[in-house]
């Protein structure tokens, strides 16, 4: 099922595996901030709380660099909503500047010691373990 779908960002439930996928797209538009990064990102949390999911796949291998404040944004908001909603396994795919990825993996973690976090370098690595949890 799709929840979100544009020209830099598609947000799908993976019903067989109760896996929200989170797919960043190459795109050379406008910056996407504020609205335009959070609005998909609300739509992530709608996913996940409707379907039930317990899993995330964040593939954030093309996301451009995120503004300052929107990265506060998802610490402070985003990260919470999931954990309350039942996130129990994440699985990040590096971006190109791998420090984001590093600082989602802690953000995350400070939240909840349960949630299980594991950092990939390859989309099928990341549903393959996923898959198997």
Known sequence: MVAFDSEFLK????EKNQTILEE???YYGP???LDSFRQPMLELVKAFKENKATKWLADNTEQTRLHE??????EDYLYPQLVEAG??????VN???????ATAKNSIRNLSRSVEIEIF???????T????V
Do not use: P, Y
Not at 129 to 132: E, P
């Open 31 to 33: 910056r996407i901030e």
């Open 129 to 132: 373990w996923l898959a198997s």
């Open 95 to 101: 971006t190109k500047n791998i420090l984001g990825t």
């Open 121 to 127: 370098n390859k989309n099928q690595d990341a549903k």
């Open 87 to 92: 996130l129990e396994h994440v699985a990040l």
């Open 11 to 14: 947000i799908t439930f993976d």
């Open 69 to 74: 404040k929107d990265q506060w944004w998802l």
């Open 24 to 26: 960043w797209k190459l």
